[in-house]
Nanobody, 125 residues
Framework: QVQLVESGGGLVQAGGSLRLSCTAY????????MGWFRQAPGKEREFVSA????????YYSDSVKGRFTISRDNAKNTMALQMSSLKPEDTGIYYC??????????????????WGQGTQVTVSL
């Protein structure tokens, strides 16, 4: 049974930074692609970033490219999202996701088998 636990969310002013972490329990994530999604109030969950199993392939939505950096540490079974130059529109619940059915990370919710409970990120003006 895979369990994903996010941490690191919080309240930050626009222009600030936050680092989110996702820790996996129950199984090694070394053969899983992993990703971050977010959901703002009243909106659908959207793709933010993803990383392949080795960490050599990273993917970003256009809205966060150049501001966010995804990384993973397979030895520690963790994934991180370093968020910089945060904007109010980055506000939402951030979810960690993982899947082992593909080698190329998906950009859709349906492309991930396992999900965390989410961590709130709020960016104020």
């Amino acid at each position: 049974q895979v369990q994903l636990v996010e941490s690191g969310g919080g309240l930050v002013q626009a222009g600030g930074s936050l680092r989110l972490s996702c820790t996996a329990y129950g199984r090694s994530m070394s053969t899983y692609v992993m990703g971050w999604f977010r959901q703002a109030p009243g909106k659908e969950r959207e793709f933010v970033s993803a990383i392949n199993w080795s960490g050599t392939g990273t993917y970003y939505s256009d809205s966060v490219k150049g501001r966010f950096t995804i990384s993973r540490d397979n030895a520690k079974n963790t994934m991180a999202l370093q968020m910089s130059s945060l904007k109010p529109e980055d506000t939402g619940i951030y979810y960690c996701a993982a899947d082992r059915r593909t080698v190329i990370p998906a950009r859709s919710v349906g492309g991930y088998e396992h999900w965390g409970q989410g961590t709130q990120v709020t960016v104020s003006l």
